[in-house]
């Protein structure tokens, strides 16, 4: 049935080490195998080498992250995508409409896009990929804030067909 509401909120539970659920939920999305100890570990090793940069860069300004978790979420924020493209068939033509993200699906194409584009890294570690595009997404640079952007510019192209969005 589509549009059941689940009780995946509730269960979730927070990550060990930092206790945040959002890091939890990003944690479940690249997991493969059911294998979530190998997940966090990578998960952690990024973490802790985007800490390692953070000691050796010392960023400055008043919204400069000031540890590893800020910069997952700053990340996060960055990548996040405020509307999309949808087709609609309206009188035998197909138009790509523009609509308003909902925040369950942001975060998923949030999460989707940082973990499609770190897959498509080949011949490195994940967590080194990962850590990489994840201070990359904070900076506001790398593939995922590309995707959404290049997202963002579709909608800004076809907002003429706007009106069909209903």
Known sequence: MAGRITKSEQQLKPDPRYGDKVLSKFVNCFMKD???????RVMYDALDRIDDRLKKEKPTGDDAPKNALD????????VRP??????????????QVPMPVNQRRKQSLTFRWII??????????????????LWDAS???GKAVTTREQTHRMAEANKAFSHFAF
């Open 34 to 40: 059911g294998k979530k100890a190998v997940a966090l």
């Open 71 to 78: 910069v997952f979420h700053k990340a996060l924020e960055n």
């Open 82 to 95: 405020s509307v999309e493209v949808r087709s609609k068939r309206v009188g035998g033509a197909n138009y």
């Open 116 to 133: 499609t584009a770190c897959r498509a890294e080949k011949g490195k570690p994940f967590a080194q990929c990962l850590s990489k595009e």
């Open 139 to 141: 900076k506001g640079e």
